[in-house]
């Protein structure tokens, strides 16, 4: 298993935009696809984005279609969840993943993946 730190959360505005960074440990970070969740407030865990192991395929929840960007530096065993536009139904601890093999389509079932890291919280005031 890889090891996952999550930071950058925080709080901002509606509108404003926060960039989230989870650091893996290991050499085998290329090997793992990686996946953004979050969980609200009384509310179920749920997919955000996720991004294939050489960083050429990425998949969106609908509601941050557009406005969220994951990426991967896989050099730096690092991968990013750029959020803009940001809304107070954003608010929630969001947490990176990590799914160790080949997925053709990057995976958004939570039971994909083995790793998670402890979270970070985002916090958006209206």
């Known amino acids: 298993q890889v090891q996952l730190v999550e930071s950058g959360g925080g709080l901002v505005q509606a509108g404003g935009s926060l960039r989230l960074s989870c650091a893996g440990s290991?050499?085998?970070?290329?090997?793992?696809?990686m996946g953004w969740f979050r969980q609200a407030p009384g509310k179920e865990r749920e997919f955000v984005a996720a991004?294939?192991?050489?960083?050429?395929?990425?998949a969106y929840a609908d509601s941050v279609k557009g406005r969220f960007t994951i990426s991967r530096n896989n050099a730096k065993n690092t991968v990013f969840l750029q959020m803009n536009s940001l809304k107070p139904e954003d608010t929630a601890i969001y947490y990176c993943?990590?799914?160790?093999?080949?997925?053709?389509?990057?995976?958004?079932?939570?039971?994909?993946?083995?790793?998670w890291g402890q979270g970070t919280q985002v916090t958006v005031s209206s």
């Open positions: 993943a990590a799914a160790q093999g080949y997925y053709r389509i990057p995976p958004s079932s939570q039971t994909t993946y083995d790793s």
């Open positions: 290991g050499r085998t970070f290329s090997s793992y696809a």
């Open positions: 991004i294939s192991r050489s960083g050429g395929r990425t």
